[in-house]
């Protein structure tokens, strides 16, 4: 089994920046695809962001594409959500998510492509 635990979100004004970090353990962590997911009050999970197993693909929607990158550093078995440009409709809470299926880039974006998921940090970027 995967743990995986998010922080980093916060309270922050329209324009300014929040780097999230997720850790993972209880598995080989290199060979999984890992993505960020937000939720609003009362709606589904919406992707944001993925990366694939070997780091070297990346897959945005594309309502943050130029403003945040998603990335990963396997010796610390952590992914990262660096959001610059916030807006206040960025509101949110976060959740980090891994699978260790080999996806397909296509398929970051799945929600049920993923099999572990961390308890979330709320985001909020006030005008």
């Known amino acids: 089994q995967v743990q995986l635990v998010e922080s980093g979100g916060g309270l922050v004004q329209a324009g300014g920046s929040l780097r999230l970090s997720c850790a993972a353990s209880?598995?080989?962590?290199?060979?999984?695809?890992m993505g960020w997911f937000r939720q609003y009050p009362g709606k589904a999970r919406d992707f944001v962001a993925g990366?694939?197993?070997?780091?070297?693909?990346?897959y945005y929607t594309d309502s943050v594409k130029g403003r945040f990158t998603i990335s990963r550093d396997d010796a610390k078995n952590t992914v990262y959500l660096q959001m610059n440009s916030l807006k206040p409709e960025d509101t949110a809470v976060y959740y980090c998510?891994?699978?260790?299926?080999?996806?397909?880039?296509?398929?970051?974006?799945?929600?049920?492509?993923?099999?572990?998921w961390g308890q979330g940090t709320q985001v909020t970027v006030s005008s």
């Open positions: 990366i694939n197993w070997n780091g070297g693909d990346t």
């Open positions: 998510a891994a699978t260790s299926r080999r996806l397909p880039n296509g398929d970051l974006e799945k929600r049920g492509a993923y099999d572990y």
């Open positions: 209880g598995r080989t962590f290199s060979s999984y695809a």
